[in-house]
């Protein structure tokens, strides 16, 4: 902001929140990322602490939209570009489960002292000032990275495989 406010720079600010998608990096370390990972593997789904942590997640697609707005527009931001619908961890690890084995394990273990309770973006000035708002849910995009996901891992296309853009 600086650089805009003082040399005049033309700039755009996104905080961009939680979002997953297909040719993300398996092993990242991100939860969506995980839990896709583990339960393609048969491995159980880790949750940290109780599981009642919120995030929100977004899809690629829901973010790029977002972006080219921000970057055609005229607005300088901060914009955040996330999906403020909440899921508990566990929720999450209940719809992965649904997605892909609905008798994968959940395996608690002891949570990190850093962990927020809650992630939820507030849109409304992203809604306001540049009408984006995200589109694609939590269980239709999900299956188009886990099919991704399973390819990579696997070398195959099982059931769910298609690389077409997720819609709501």
Same mark, same amino acid.
């Given at each position: 902001?600086? +650089? $805009?406010?003082?040399?005049?720079?033309?700039?755009?600010?996104?905080?961009?929140? &939680?979002?997953?998608?297909?040719?993300?990096?398996?092993? =990242?370390?991100? @939860?969506?990322?995980?839990?896709?990972?583990?339960?393609?593997?048969?491995?159980?789904?880790?949750? +940290?602490?109780?599981?009642?942590?919120?995030?929100?997640?977004? +899809?690629?697609?829901?973010?790029?939209?977002?972006?080219?707005?921000?970057?055609?527009?005229?607005?300088?931001?901060?914009?955040?570009?996330?999906?403020?619908?909440?899921?508990?961890?566990?929720?999450?690890?209940?719809?992965?489960?649904?997605?892909?084995?609905?008798?994968?394990?959940?395996?608690?273990?002891?949570?990190?002292?850093?962990?927020?309770?809650?992630?939820?973006?507030?849109?409304?000035?992203?809604?306001?000032?540049?009408?984006?708002?995200?589109? @694609?849910?939590?269980?239709?995009?999900?299956?188009?990275?886990?099919?991704?996901?399973?390819?990579?891992?696997?070398? =195959? $296309?099982?059931?769910?495989?298609? &690389? &077409?853009?997720?819609?709501?």
């Amino acid at each position: 902001m600086d +650089y $805009h406010r003082g040399a005049g720079v033309e700039v755009r600010i996104a905080r961009i929140f &939680n979002t997953y998608g297909p040719r993300m990096c398996i092993d =990242d370390g991100r @939860v969506v990322s995980n839990f896709v990972a583990q339960a393609l593997r048969k491995e159980p789904l880790t949750l +940290y602490g109780d599981g009642k942590q919120t995030r929100s997640f977004q +899809y690629v697609s829901d973010l790029v939209e977002g972006l080219m707005r921000l970057m055609e527009g005229e607005h300088v931001g901060p914009f955040n570009l996330g999906n403020p619908g909440e899921f508990t961890m566990l929720e999450l690890a209940e719809v992965v489960q649904e997605t892909i084995d609905p008798n994968a394990k959940i395996e608690f273990r002891p949570n990190t002292e850093d962990d927020p309770h809650k992630r939820k973006p507030d849109i409304s000035r992203a809604k306001e000032l540049l009408g984006w708002e995200p589109k @694609v849910s939590l269980r239709k995009g999900l299956p188009l990275m886990v099919s991704d996901f399973r390819q990579r891992i696997f070398g =195959d $296309h099982k059931e769910g495989s298609s &690389n &077409n853009e997720a819609s709501s």
